[in-house]
């Protein structure tokens, strides 16, 4: 029995065979427990994400795990090809030149760079579009993370750009439920060994000067304002204090399976994710809340959450404003369901740029918090009684075209947690409210906004144009 099996599985036996969870609302408790999981685990590591990135925070993760590997943990790593992406290839395969790190890409290109990689991309379009959008964490089995954040800076409160992001911390019986799935997806026909991509295959014998390279990136890290914050994360005091507050709840993983990628876009399918959500969202009786940062409901989604509305369900939505969304051209498949949502009575809110709390930038980037704050958690909350924490978006791509996963929680303390973080993400101070304007236009307030608010001509100019064409498949 390995230290977290010995630490969690008696708070297991003691109530009842339920998970425990803990949400992680902030990058610095996030980082903190990932970073906390990597140091203790003794046995595995099982990380599957959309997209990893080597750069300061993503480097501190990359050193903890060849640490834990080095001691004996089993380490592998999914992650998506789309989003590793061939610069990164090479920063990646270093990872797997340690004996016990293995690394697979997802429905990986053929191609890993130039020309060719174009030509593929071109020619085999319909099949490279199709990726793996699922974040997952366990270690030894026994704790789990799930939830919206990718590996990389801007989920973790570092630097300018700070995604508002969530995240849930469980132990117990639902890991051994993320097992099963980071089991069926790293052992499907897509998940393709990094070592057998071509020029990117590891070379064990530049691996230790890769990894002083490495420590003396993160060394750079050890004495800053970051770290300090970071130690003094809510999360990182609760558990310096053995208090770690924690709801105990039923719950079931549940995830699009890879062969999902088989079937033509858009097959409907109750083993898909979306088909196992929507009776939940059809179930709702009072409320139902609703965070994405890409949110493009379509016609039928307009129409159920109308329906929804006509049965006396209170529906509100939370996504991006223009100004805040990394990806303005989501953005514009979303506004042109704006007026038909708000005549079914749907509330819409959008947060705002400077919804991470700072009226200008910081003196430092390394800093938590940022001038710039744009969406990034997905979640929905039923009746606050239950919730949905996952990485899937209300938009086409997540749907039909890529997989996804996430945790369904039936507890209505931590629903009612969720419930009050969406209250904040979407007061005034942080976020508009967008509502039916003079002579058909629209207004967001407070400020009382005719238009975009904050986001400059030529953004708005671009979504005004490519609201009129049909790309809501490709997006």
Request: overall charge neutral; charged content about 25%.
């Amino acid at each position: 029995m390995t230290r977290l099996e010995a630490w969690i599985a008696p708070s297991v036996a003691a109530n009842g065979g339920r998970s425990a969870f803990r949400l992680l609302p902030t990058g610095l408790d996030a980082f903190v427990a990932r970073a906390v999981l990597i140091d203790m685990a003794e046995r595995t590591l099982d990380l599957q994400y959309y997209i990893f990135n080597r750069d300061q925070t993503g480097s501190l993760i990359i050193q903890r795990l060849i640490a834990a590997a080095d001691r004996g943990v089993r380490v592998r790593v999914l992650l998506d090809d789309w989003g590793t992406l061939d610069k990164r290839d090479e920063s990646v395969a270093d990872l797997d030149a340690h004996p016990n790190i293995e690394v697979r890409l997802f429905n990986p290109y053929t191609h890993r760079s130039g020309v060719r990689r174009l030509a593929e991309l071109l020619i085999s379009f319909s099949r490279v579009n199709r990726r793996m959008h699922n974040k997952l964490f366990v270690a030894d089995g026994i704790a789990t993370i799930l939830g919206g954040r990718n590996i990389g800076d801007e989920y973790f409160g570092f630097g300018e750009l700070d995604f508002q992001d969530l995240d849930v911390l469980a132990v117990g019986p639902v890991s051994r439920q993320s097992t099963g799935s980071f089991e069926t997806y790293w052992n499907s026909r897509f998940a393709i060994p990094i070592s057998r991509l071509g020029k990117f295959a590891p070379d064990p014998a530049t691996f230790p000067a890769k990894r002083q390279e490495l420590s003396d990136r993160c060394d750079l890290l050890q004495d800053s304002t970051y770290a300090r914050a970071l130690a003094e994360s809510d999360l990182a005091r609760e558990l310096r204090a053995d208090e770690l507050e924690v709801h105990w709840a039923d719950a079931r993983v549940v995830a699009d399976p890879p062969d999902k990628l088989t079937k033509p876009a858009g097959t409907r399918n109750n083993a898909y994710l979306g088909d196992q959500l929507s009776p939940h969202a059809s179930a709702a009786r009072s409320n139902l809340l609703v965070v994405s940062p890409y949110f493009v409901p379509g016609k039928e989604g307009v129409e159920f959450l109308g329906h929804r509305e006509r049965d006396g369900v209170t529906v509100a939505v939370l996504t991006n404003s223009l100004a805040a969304t990394d990806v303005w051209l989501v953005h514009a498949g979303y506004m042109k369901y704006r007026r038909p949502l708000l005549r079914e009575g749907v509330r819409l809110f959008e947060l705002r740029p400077e919804a991470a709390g700072a009226k200008r930038a910081r003196a430092t980037k390394a800093f938590p918090g940022s001038s710039r704050a744009s969406l990034h958690g997905k979640t929905f909350v039923f009746d606050r009684t239950s919730v949905f924490i996952g990485s899937l978006n209300l938009d086409p791509r997540s749907l039909e075209q890529n997989t996804e996963v996430g945790v369904l929680i039936d507890g209505p303390e931590l629903a009612q947690e969720v419930a009050a973080l969406f209250d904040r993400w979407s007061s005034p101070e942080l976020a508009y409210e967008v509502r039916p304007g003079v002579n058909g236009g629209l207004e967001w307030t407070p400020g009382g906004f005719s238009d975009e608010p904050g986001a400059g001509f030529w953004r708005r100019l671009g979504v005004k144009v490519f609201s009129h064409l049909p790309i809501d498949s490709l997006i």
